[in-house]
């Protein structure tokens, strides 16, 4: 007879049906080890049958679902009909299964096949095995009741089978008395009782039946020596209860886990459901029986799948327990997270044959997991991301920029390697301070919701837009060139340049903006920084710009730490002077007054404007003090004019007095005392009140507006027709003159529309009974439409520049002398 020496057998596809069908036609055998006789196959044929068929289906349905599923991983497939459906088929309890064929074996699915058997015969195996027992008897038996002592055990041999006194007298049998193997023990008085034996084999759990008729639970264990197997039979619990307190007690623990709120559910390791409370049922949908025979992994979210198939098909004897979570969708509550706890059951070689799994719903805990990473990351009052969140983007985004940098050849850096880089845009709204300031916080909350719902309409989808604090937005691009970051800041600047209405006002806001690109930048805290000092560069020109940053700002940025640091002794060192411009009457010509305007004579840099310092100084907190000191300045210079008489009348004195300053609880008291101080006269004192300090209608505002006109005091609305006031309350404060904004004087000659906007303001300040005041005329053009349109007053480097104190009193010599020489007049000294 041909022999085969075949190794374990790796099937594919195509071999695996015919092996099956095969075992189904009972051409081959399933027997449970290598060491039973003949008889026992024959006693076990049905048993044996109803199994193989069993994993024959399991096995071709499994087949045909994945590869519908898996239609390219034929090879794992494969793999997993052997290790799922084919090694693990007991029949019994001793060993792993074999499929032979009469003459000879034909596939070997235990790794503990002894090489001797190799390509026998079972005639060949069997004797082989009945030489090894006569050798090894004595030495199993006395492993077996060392093992057992106390149990009672039970010896199962090829030839004979031995009982110790307590099996013996349990089975009514005599004691030391040897029997033929297997059937003077068991006993099937029918074949449901023959397969309740194997089911309870396959889990080392079965029945024997008493000298009283009963049958009694056993467990089971092997013991192996020298490639025989040896089955021990130890009496469990059951020897003391009976089977009806077993039933009592398994129906009393199954009825808890069907009243758990967790989910309870146990599985094969291809994923098919054996068992599920009702708790796992009602999420699902459904009822238990009907779940029974699903695949778990159809119940979870299609993206969740190959993460939880690697969490079971990773469980083993040296990691048995998984604890993950999975997003399912459920029938009943829609998509929740659940946490699932995974747990192997192990045979007794060690191999997984079901998983059990607990789960609980913690779809409660994720959502409030996920709103404190919101409330972490998030603005609360924009629902932007916030500082924490941008600079967390801004770092692995400049990481991973440097390290695409770094894999660049020479050619990739020549062609402009960084055209695509991130970009930073950093945005300081304009004129937001005095907003908040006079109408208050909620208003100023309201206003930075409306320009972050403009902002989000201004950037590309996948960009991250923040607030960055108060009233700075930043605008990180991910991917842009230098151009499209231009494009995106324009876009921005336009947005906000519109008219805002809040509270029915309308309001112009603006902003400026500073633009880095990552190229120049080895770390996002340097980019910021460099957006930073551009937006710093866009303010130093006016309203509405904005600048991209170059190496040159740094030392911008060096000269204004150096300002910051001067300026906190700007008084002490007494480095601050007044320049007077004088106001004049359009129609006369004659010097209505003079307004006070503040200079910086700095030690190093010269003299510099207002706009080169004032705005720091807002920041360090000085721009109330060098208010008071301008003020005061200006009001002791005029009395001490008028008291050498070179003005033939009095002349008015105009300072600013800004919206943080007329809210001060002293100001009534300051300018009273002032006024005595300096002995001016209170109707030759003029202040200019910028428009932002009318729109809180409160009434400590007005009544601070009231006192100052009964202290004789005049007030000038500076700046107006910018867009703060609300015109149909103007009427409404003790306004005695309507400064027009430079801005709009400045346009006049390009066209109609502005020349009607001062129209407008003229005919508005008449109908009020108040005096206009028009600023920045330079050309005689300006002039002669002023007139034209009956403005009052004006200002101008057409009249003059800004004056030093001695230039402003030669100016009033001048004038004494003939007033109608004063246009021709220039100061060799001016600002």
Request: with cysteine; hydrophobic share 40%; aromatic share 8%.
């Amino acid at each position: 007879m041909a022999q085969s020496n075949r190794q374990p057998l790796h099937l594919s596809f195509s071999e695996i049906l015919p092996v099956l069908l095969l075992v189904l036609g009972w051409y081959g055998v399933v027997i449970q080890s290598h060491n039973l006789e003949a008889s026992t196959i024959e006693t076990y044929q049905k048993a044996q049958l109803e199994v193989v068929r069993n994993a024959a289906r399991a096995a071709q349905a499994y087949i045909t679902r994945e590869l519908e599923r898996r239609p390219q991983a034929l090879h794992d497939i494969e793999q997993e009909v052997l290790d799922y459906f084919v090694k693990p088929i007991r029949i019994g309890s001793v060993g792993d299964a074999w499929i032979y064929s009469p003459e000879y074996v034909v596939f070997d699915a235990s790794e503990d096949f002894p090489a001797e058997y190799r390509g026998k015969s079972m005639a060949e195996i069997f004797a082989l095995q009945r030489r090894y027992g006569a050798r090894h008897y004595e030495k199993m038996t006395a492993a077996v009741m060392q093992g057992q002592e106390g149990t009672g055990w039970y010896i199962w041999q090829p030839d004979k089978a031995r009982e110790s006194t307590p099996w013996w007298e349990f089975l009514t049998h005599d004691a030391g008395r040897e029997i033929a193997a297997w059937s003077p023990v068991v006993v099937f008085p029918n074949t449901e009782r023959q397969k309740i034996w194997v089911i309870g084999m396959s889990a080392m759990l079965p029945e024997l039946m008493q000298s009283n008729g009963s049958y009694a639970l056993i467990q089971a264990s092997i013991i192996t020596m020298s490639g025989m197997s040896v089955i021990t039979l130890g009496l469990l619990l059951l020897l003391l209860h009976s089977k009806a307190a077993l039933q009592k007690s398994e129906a009393y623990y199954r009825a808890i886990v069907e009243h758990q709120t967790d989910l309870i559910c146990r599985f094969r390791p291809d994923g098919t459901l054996t068992f599920v409370n009702q708790a796992y049922a009602t999420t699902f949908g459904s009822q238990p029986e009907a779940l029974l025979g699903a695949n778990v992994l159809d119940l979870i979210a299609e993206a969740e799948r190959p993460a939880i198939w690697f969490q079971i098909a990773s469980l083993n004897a040296d990691h048995p327990v998984s604890v993950h979570e999975r997003l399912v969708m459920t029938p009943a509550y829609g998509q929740r997270w659940q946490q699932w706890t995974d747990r192997a059951i192990l045979n007794e070689r060690g191999q997984v044959v079901e998983i059990q799994s607990v789960g609980r719903d913690i779809t409660d805990r994720k959502l409030y997991e996920a709103e404190i990473e919101r409330l972490a990351f998030t603005d609360p009052l924009t629902g932007l991301a916030n500082r924490r969140r941008l600079y967390d983007i801004g770092h692995r985004l400049l990481t991973k920029h440097g390290s695409n940098d770094a894999s660049d050849t020479a050619s990739d850096k020549a062609s402009d390697k960084a055209s695509d880089a991130p970009a930073l845009l950093y945005l300081d709204l304009d004129r937001f301070k005095p907003i908040n300031d006079t109408l208050g916080h909620d208003a100023g909350d309201e206003l930075l919701m409306q320009v972050a719902e403009r902002l989000r309409g201004c950037i590309r989808k996948g960009d991250t837009l923040a607030r960055f604090g108060g009233d700075e937005f930043a605008i990180l691009l991910h991917r842009s060139e230098a151009q499209e970051a231009q494009v995106i800041a324009e876009r921005i600047l336009t947005t906000l340049h519109q008219p805002f209405h809040l509270r029915g006002r309308i309001l112009h806001v603006g902003g400026s903006l500073g633009i880095a690109m990552a190229r120049s930048a080895s770390c996002f805290s340097q980019l910021l920084t460099q957006a930073d000092i551009a937006m710093y560069r866009a303010k130093a020109q006016g309203r509405g710009h904005y600048a991209i940053f170059d190496a040159a700002m740094y030392a911008e940025a060096s000269t204004r730490l150096e300002l910051e640091t001067d300026l906190r002794q700007i008084l002490e060192r007494q480095e601050l002077r007044v320049y007077y411009q004088p106001i004049i009457s359009l129609t006369s010509q004659q010097i209505l007054g003079f307004e006070a305007l503040v200079r910086w004579h700095h030690p190093r840099r010269g003299l510099l404007a207002p706009n080169e310092f004032l705005a720091i100084a807002g920041e360090l907190g000085l721009e109330l003090a060098i208010e008071r000191w301008v003020l005061r300045e200006a009001c002791r210079q005029m009395a001490f004019w008028q008291t050498r008489q070179l003005t033939q009348s009095p002349l008015l004195i105009s300072a600013n007095l800004s919206s943080k300053h007329l809210m001060q609880p002293d100001l009534i008291d300051y300018i009273a005392r002032l006024l005595r101080e300096t002995t001016l006269d209170p109707k030759t004192l003029l202040l200019e009140i910028t428009e932002d300090a009318f729109i809180q209608q409160t009434d400590s505002a007005v009544a601070t507006l009231i006192q100052l006109r009964q202290l004789g005091v005049q007030i000038s609305l500076d700046d107006f027709g910018t867009g703060y006031s609300s015109l149909s309350y103007l009427h409404r404060f003790p306004v005695d003159i309507l400064k027009i904004d430079r801005s709009f004087i400045q346009d006049m000659s390009a066209g109609d529309e502005n020349s009607e906007i001062v129209r407008t303001i003229v005919m508005l300040a008449h109908s009020l009974d108040m005096q206009t005041v028009a600023e920045g005329i330079e050309t005689l053009d300006q002039l002669s439409q002023l007139k034209a349109l009956q403005c009052t007053y004006g200002q101008g480097f057409l009249f003059s520049q800004p004056l030093s104190e001695r230039a402003t009193e030669e100016l009033l010599q001048v004038y004494q002398q003939n007033a109608e020489r004063f246009l021709k007049y220039q100061s060799m000294e001016s600002a």
